[in-house]
């Protein structure tokens, strides 16, 4: 027995696993029934784990069972049967085998039960629980390339951390876990940004200098990010550019190409446009034709019909990444993303603006249209899940120029007008008169277009809404400034695309800035700007598809706005808040933090 003990030791040494495991299990076999045969066969146990043989592992374990082994041989098995457990994808009996830890715990054995403990903790959706059990585990270890595998899987779960999560826990205590902490949401709220990521590791190595995250591993996260982000050799482009809506399909491409060109020349993929209008190809063919010439991503179509037409396939083997989103009624399919400018996503950033404003109770006017009922409901649906409360809801006639009817059955000033007429009636004499809207909203959510927003909102003050805040869909705003027509718009809030809103940190010399393109190609920029920023932004995601889906927290600063995808590839648009003043859209800036995006994985700061 001794000598296969020692045999086994001196192959574990040299890395020989196989022949070790095999030597443990024959000095087990040759040892008298004690508890270090016992110790032995779990010796064994543990090197078939490691050989991916579960197995082999727990026979030997069961032959343990019925001996009263010493603290540290009991440590050993819970450690081993946890292991098993986690084999078998079974998170939760990990946890119960490692459950309570032992006290004291061997020094021997700390290093393993940490990792396995863990990982456990992992399994069981816990990966903050777990970083910090492999921050804990890498003071305990010497030997380098042991060092360097912990702080690898330590990462791992840094990076499984919710968003959400991760941003509450910003800024961290600043010791060393809390070093890692900020490094990983540093990492996943800049790695779609080759610019500002270096810049921001860099600040953090200075904040942490002896941190574990050494230079190496920087670097390593640096060259991950870029390599990441490479773009495809040939893509293709399908687009309506014939027909009745060629205007807004080359909206998209003249944004698009405009974000094409500003790639070196050598580093331009090879781009093919194809026609899926009325008089090009159906999207279900061009996307074949594009496969079939070497297309290795495909950007488009435009619209919902066309986007459905290409569900037929069973996945998509050459990635899609489509210019809107299918109805609710269509499922996807594997490889298709959906990137479009829903209004569902401009009525969830009114509601938090309004809900970041303070707002608690609001009124909800809306066209009476398919549209005005979607973005009556999105906001609904997010102003409620922050907590707020929307008291009635109310619809108008688009094709209206007075609404002075649903106006003041929003503001309950018709129950009044009908008493005040009821009593007159009765009395048979004239009476003083002074309508009064009723107080308990916050404020009032208008969906409408431009045309219909810049009469509503002027009707709303003189039906006695003078200082009722008023927040309206970005769809109110036409993009391009002007002062005198938006007048009648002043005091209105809104959540609009990045891209339209003036803002003095964008910098000067960007050259795919509005003011810069509306100067070179006006024609091109002032009709759907917020297509041109779509077809820009598609341009840009290409290489960023699999990051998005991998990491639920990676975020692309984007022109449409600040861009996360979720578990369906549907990306999500998080706009950013705006009032108009003199005519004028301008910024409007609210205090980090000051609303929690509820179930959506995105932070509400930078």
Known sequence: MQTLLRQATAAQANGDLPRSALLYEQAAAAAPPSPQQAELRLQAAQLYLELNEPSRARALVEQTHGHTLPPSSAALRRIVQARLALAADRGADALAALTPRPAPLPDALHPAWLAVESDARLAAGEPLAAARLRDQRSELLQNPSSRQANRQTLWSALLAIPMQQLVGLIPPVPDRFGGWLELAYFYRTRQLDPQALPAALHAWQQRYPNHPADGTFIET??????????????????????????????????????????????????????????????????????????????????????????????????????????????????????????????????????????????????????????????????????????????????EASDFGDPIEALLNLDVGIRRYKQLRLLLQRDLQFQPRRRRDMDCIFVGAFPREARLIRPQIRFHHGVGVPIIATAQAYEGTPQPVTDRDMDGVLLADIPWLIPNPDTVTDDPLSRDRLARLWPENTRDFPRLYALGMDAYRLISMLALLQNDAGAQFKGRTGRLTMDEHGVIHRNLHPAQFVDGLLQPLFIAPNSVARQNSGQPSHD
């Not at 066309?306 to 490889?335: E, Y």
Request: proline share 6%; net charge negative.
């Open 221 to 398: 996260l640096l060259a991950t990010a870029k390599r990441s982000l490479q773009k495809p050799k040939a893509i293709a482009l399908l687009l309506p550019l014939s027909g009745s809506l060629a205007a807004v399909g080359h909206a998209v491409e003249h944004g698009f190409l405009a974000a094409y060109y500003q790639d070196p020349p050598q580093q331009r993929p090879s781009l093919w446009v194809y026609d899926v209008g009325e008089a090009g190809l159906d999207s279900l063919s061009a996307y074949q034709a594009a496969v079939a010439e070497g297309a290795q991503v495909v950007v488009g179509p435009l619209t919902k019909s066309a986007l459905q037409r290409l569900t037929v396939l069973d996945f998509a083997a050459t990635p899609i990444l489509g210019l809107n989103t299918l109805p609710s009624s269509t499922a996807g399919i594997q490889g298709l993303y959906q990137f479009g400018l829903a209004p569902e996503d401009d009525a969830f950033a009114a509601a938090e603006l309004a809900w970041q404003r303070g707002y608690q109770t609001a009124l909800t006017l809306t066209s009476d249209s398919d549209w005005g009922d979607r973005v009556a409901q999105a906001f609904q649906q997010r102003f409620q899940a922050l907590g707020g409360r929307v008291l009635e809801q109310t619809r108008y006639t688009p």
